[in-house]
C-alpha cells in the first residue's frame, strides 16, 4: 500500500513560503498582506487586540495552528504576521507531534557544556531521552538544547516512565516565552525536512 504524504508539494511550498525570511538585516516573522478595505481592516485590528486570531490547518492525520499578529509593513498596510504553528497528530486522543531528530541532540547545562541527556524524539511538551550518565537518571532536570546558532532553548523535564527500548519519556516544559517561540519553529522547521525527505523518497520510488 502506498504510503500517503502529510502535506503535497504545492502545500508544503506555500507553507514553506510564508517562512521565508524577508530580505532585511532584522529577521522578521513571515506576513502576509491584508487588501481587505478599510472597514475590514479596522475590524481585524479591534480582533486582534482583543481575541488571539490563528490559522488552522488540518492535512492528512494532523492538525496545524498557525497564531496570527496584526502588524503594519513599510508602506504602513496592515499585515498578518504568522508564528511557528503547533502540531498536532489526529486520532481517538490527539496528541503533540513528535520529531524524530536526524542525530540525537544532547542538553547542555548552563555553562553551554554538553551533558549525559540525549533527545532522540521531541515535542512540544514531550521528549524521548537517551541517559549516558552513570547511576540513576535525573527525575526533574532544567537545561538548554541548542538549535545552531540561534540563543539555546530552555527548557525543564520531569520523567514519566522509561520505555520498552530504554529511553526516558520526559514531560517538557519551556522556561520563557522566547524559548516557547523557537522550540515551536525547531520542531516546525523538523517537520518540514521531514516532509521534503518522504516527498524526496516517493520521487525516487516514482522515478
Same mark, same amino acid.
Given at each position: 500500500?502506498?504510503? %500517503?504524504?502529510?502535506?503535497?508539494?504545492?502545500?508544503?511550498?506555500?507553507? /514553506?513560503?510564508?517562512?521565508?525570511?524577508? +530580505?532585511?538585516? %532584522?529577521?522578521? !516573522?513571515?506576513?502576509?498582506?491584508?487588501?481587505?478595505?478599510?472597514?475590514?481592516?479596522?475590524?481585524?485590528?479591534? &480582533?486582534?487586540?482583543?481575541?488571539?486570531?490563528?490559522?488552522?490547518?488540518?492535512?492528512?492525520?494532523?492538525?496545524?495552528? $498557525?497564531?496570527?499578529?496584526?502588524? @503594519?509593513?513599510? !508602506?504602513?498596510?496592515? &499585515?498578518?504576521?504568522?508564528?511557528?504553528?503547533?502540531?498536532?497528530?489526529?486520532?481517538?486522543?490527539?496528541?503533540?507531534?513528535?520529531?524524530?531528530?536526524?542525530? +540525537?541532540? +544532547?542538553?547542555?547545562?548552563?555553562?553551554?557544556?554538553?551533558?549525559?541527556?540525549?533527545?532522540?524524539?521531541?515535542?512540544?511538551?514531550?521528549?524521548?531521552?537517551?541517559? /549516558?550518565?552513570?547511576? @540513576?537518571?535525573?527525575?526533574? $532536570?532544567?537545561?538548554?538544547?541548542?538549535?545552531?546558532?540561534?540563543?539555546?532553548?530552555?527548557?525543564?523535564?520531569?520523567?514519566?516512565?522509561?520505555?520498552?527500548?530504554?529511553?526516558?519519556?520526559? %514531560?517538557?516544559?519551556?522556561?520563557?516565552?522566547?524559548?516557547?517561540? @523557537?522550540? /515551536?519553529? $525547531?520542531?516546525?522547521?523538523?517537520?518540514?525536512?521531514?516532509?521534503?525527505?518522504? @516527498?524526496? /523518497?516517493?520521487?525516487?520510488?516514482?522515478?
Amino acid at each position: 500500500m502506498q504510503e %500517503q504524504a502529510l502535506l503535497t508539494q504545492a502545500e508544503l511550498a506555500f507553507i /514553506r513560503q510564508l517562512h521565508q525570511p524577508a +530580505p532585511t538585516e %532584522q529577521r522578521n !516573522q513571515p506576513r502576509l498582506p491584508v487588501d481587505l478595505g478599510k472597514q475590514l481592516s479596522e475590524l481585524l485590528s479591534h &480582533c486582534a487586540a482583543n481575541e488571539q486570531l490563528s490559522l488552522h490547518a488540518h492535512i492528512a492525520n494532523q492538525h496545524l495552528t $498557525f497564531d496570527l499578529h496584526l502588524s @503594519q509593513d513599510e !508602506q504602513n498596510a496592515p &499585515c498578518l504576521q504568522l508564528s511557528a504553528p503547533q502540531i498536532f497528530d489526529e486520532g481517538e486522543i490527539n496528541r503533540a507531534w513528535r520529531s524524530p531528530l536526524p542525530e +540525537p541532540l +544532547p542538553l547542555h547545562n548552563r555553562r553551554a557544556q554538553p551533558g549525559d541527556l540525549w533527545i532522540h524524539q521531541l515535542s512540544m511538551n514531550g521528549a524521548l531521552v537517551e541517559y /549516558r550518565g552513570s547511576g @540513576q537518571p535525573p527525575r526533574r $532536570f532544567q537545561r538548554l538544547l541548542p538549535v545552531g546558532e540561534e540563543r539555546p532553548i530552555a527548557v525543564s523535564g520531569t520523567l514519566v516512565r522509561t520505555t520498552a527500548d530504554g529511553l526516558l519519556a520526559y %514531560q517538557l516544559h519551556t522556561l520563557d516565552r522566547y524559548s516557547d517561540e @523557537q522550540l /515551536r519553529q $525547531f520542531i516546525y522547521q523538523q517537520h518540514l525536512q521531514q516532509e521534503q525527505r518522504r @516527498q524526496a /523518497r516517493r520521487g525516487g520510488v516514482s522515478a
